[in-house]
C-alpha cells in the first residue's frame, strides 16, 4: 500500500514551540460500554450507527493527539464480540445473547479501524464483574451466571465471581486466550474492580469458600492471594498463547496509605488497593507479571486526601522497570473549584512528564472530551499533543528493530521503501536543525505516517523549517524503531 503524505503548516503550532514534547509517550482514551457510558451511546442502536459513532470517536481522539484506544468489550462477563464462552453484551443489543442484525464482529471492526489510523486497540475486561445490576440487568440462558450459579456471590446489586474459587481462575483465562489467540490485540488492559470496594455494615459473603481454602493464611491475606493467583494465571496464558499481546492493569490510585505501611504513600484514602479491593499492584510490577500500571489519579493536585503530586511521585518510585501511564479524570471537568481552573489537566501533564519514569497518560472517558471541557481537547490538540509520539516499546517482549527504509528522491518528493519481512506499523519523520549531531534524541518528531511498504513525503508541505535535516526511520507493531536514514 502506497501512501501520499503531506501536513499542513497552518494546523499546527510552530515547530520551534513544540520540539520538546516526548518522542515516546502513551495517550489513550478509556472508552467504556458499560451502561453505555461512552460507546455504544444506547441500547440497539443500528449496525450502521454503531459503526458510525465508533469512527466518530475514533477520529475525535484521533485529532487531540491520542495514539491508543482503551475499549470495555467485556463489561459483565459478556462479549462484544462472537464468543463461545459468553453472550452478546445487551449494551450492544439491548438483550443480553442476541447477535447484531445483520451480523458482524464489532470488535474486529473496532481493532481494524483503529490500526488503519496507527493507534493501539487495548481490550478492556473485566475480571470479576458478573452482573452489574442484579434486579435490572438482562441475563441471557447460556450466561455463565446460570450455568454455575455455584461460582458467583451477590454483594450490593451487583454479581461478582467468586474470587476464592480456582474453577473462576481458569474460566476468565480461558476468556482472555481466546481473545489473544483470535484477535489482532495490543494487550489486556484490566481496572480496579478485583473484590468489590466495601460497603458500609455489609461483608462481602465468601466466608464459606475461605473456611474450605484457606491455606493457613488469614482472610485478607487469603483474599489478596487469590488476586494475585488470577494475575499470574492470565499473565502466563498470554504469554503462552500470544506473548506480543501486552497485559496492562489500571488500579485504584492508592495502593496503601503510609500509616498502614511505611511504603505507602502520604494519603488519607478511604478505601486502598491492597487492604480494601485486595489487589496487590506493587507484587504484580515486582514478578513482571503485567507490563503497564494506570494508576487512576482522579484527584487534583493540592487535593487534601489525595493530593495528585504526592502520589504522581510516589508511583514513580514503585515501577520495577514497568511502563506507568496516568489516569486522568478529565470527566471531572467543572465538578468543583479546582477542576474548573483550566491549568489543573496541563498542570498535571507538564508534572507528569518530569518524570522519566512516567511515560504516558489514559483519560477517563471518551465522551468527556465531546464538549472540549476546560478548553482542553483543544489543549492537547493543538499544543501537549500536537506532535505525535510512539507508544514506548516494551524491550522485555521485543527489543528487535526492523530494517531500516530504503529512500529516493525525485524533485522535491522522497520516497521511503520498507523491504523487511516483518509487519510494520508506520513510519517516522523527524527534523533536525543544521549544525546538530545527527542524533535521535536532538530531533523532533514530526509525523508517523501509517503504511505498510513505502510512502511518499513531499518535503515543500512539511512542517519543517525550511533548512532542517530531515531523517526517516520505520516502527514496527511492537514499537521498536529502525536505524533513521536522512533524506537528501
Known sequence: MKRIFAICFAIIAPL???????????????????????????KGMSVEEQKASFIQLLEMHQRNGMNALVVQVRPAADA?????????????TGVQGQAPDPLYDPLQFMIEETHKRGMEFHAWLNPYRAVFNINKSNIAPTHITKLHPDWFLDFGTVKYFNP????????????????????????????????????TGKEFPDESTYRQNARGLNKEDWRRSNCDSIIKLIYQTMRAANPRVKFGISPFGV?????????GSNTKAGQTNYDDLY????????????????????????????????LLKWWNQYTYGKQLFIGHAMSSAGRNEAWKNKNELPNQIKGLRNYPTTQGSVYFSSKSFDNNPNGWSDSLRTNYYALPAIIPPMKWIDSIPPPKPLVTKKKNVFTAVYKGEEKIKQFAIYALPQKVDAKMEYATLISLVVADKTIDFDRSKSIANADDRLFIAVVDRNNNVSEWVEMK
Open 16 to 42: 520551534l514551540v513544540l520540539s520538546q514534547a516526548p518522542k515516546y509517550e502513551f495517550r489513550a482514551a478509556w472508552v467504556a460500554s458499560v451502561e453505555n457510558i461512552d460507546w455504544p451511546r444506547s
Open 80 to 92: 462484544f464480540y462472537p464468543s463461545k464462552l459468553e453472550p452478546w453484551s445487551e449494551y450492544l
Open 255 to 263: 495502593w496503601r496509605n503510609k500509616d498502614k505501611d511505611p511504603m
Open 164 to 199: 476464592g474459587l480456582p474453577q473462576v481462575r481458569e474460566f476468565v483465562a480461558k476468556v482472555v486466550k481466546d481473545l489473544v489467540t483470535r484477535y489482532d490485540l495490543d494487550a489486556i488492559h484490566m481496572d480496579d474492580y478485583f473484590y468489590p470496594y466495601r460497603i
Open 279 to 310: 489487589a496487590n499492584i506493587l507484587l504484580w510490577l515486582q514478578k513482571g507479571w503485567i507490563d503497564y500500571v494506570v494508576p487512576q489519579l482522579y484527584w487534583e493536585r493540592g487535593h487534601k486526601l489525595c493530593d495528585y503530586d504526592t
